[in-house]
């Protein structure tokens, strides 16, 4: 149980052009859904949280206009990197946390998007 | 500030060499604290959630363990598979609003 899947695995862009990246939580209903960015050698670093239904909460230092998130439905959230650069190259990772009693307090993770800006 | 520090940055283990990876955290409304295993290029993997100082949870050849201001990964006997980045987070804040803050990490690599 609590499998959280992500699509695209990898993705090539141009610069300037924007980028969906889905994440889905594919057994439970996630209550709150959170992307992270991993640069190599480096652990995760939080950008945003959303709970379904209302705006995305972001980390300090993360433009909320260039990642836009939409957790539109208990099991999909989107992120969006719009006008892509290349320092926005990165590993992207979502995880999911449900309701109090489903999966606890633990978050489950997807397998991470790989974001290369050309 | 709440912070997590991991210890040691890489760690290399004959298969079979017993050995302990550390975190330390000094934070505020500690809410449970998550061991998760990351190998290259994939999303970590939950371990384990510990609450209370105290508290111990083993799974195969690893077991964590809690105090008021640290937690141990103590590997046992390890073998070549279980070469990854181990993650320490601590969870903050409350209800949907509680997040993580992850660790650098500790790198583990077991030779045969």
Redesign the interface.
Known sequence: G?V?S?HPSWVICKSGTSVKIECRSLDFQA??M?WYRQFPK?????MA?S?EGSKA?YEQGVEKDKFLINHASLTLSTLTVTSAHPEDSS?Y?C?ARGASGST?????????T?LTVT | EDQVTQSPEALRLQEGESSSLNCSYTVSGLRGLFWYRQDPGKGPEFLFTLYSAGEEKEKERLKATLTKKESFLHITAPKPEDSATYLCAVHLGSGNTGKLIFGQGTTLQVKP
């Open positions: 609590a959280v992500q209550t709150t959170f480096q652990s995760l670093m939080l949280t709970n909460t590993f990772i995880s606890g307090s633990e978050q489950y993770f997807g397998p991470g790989r």
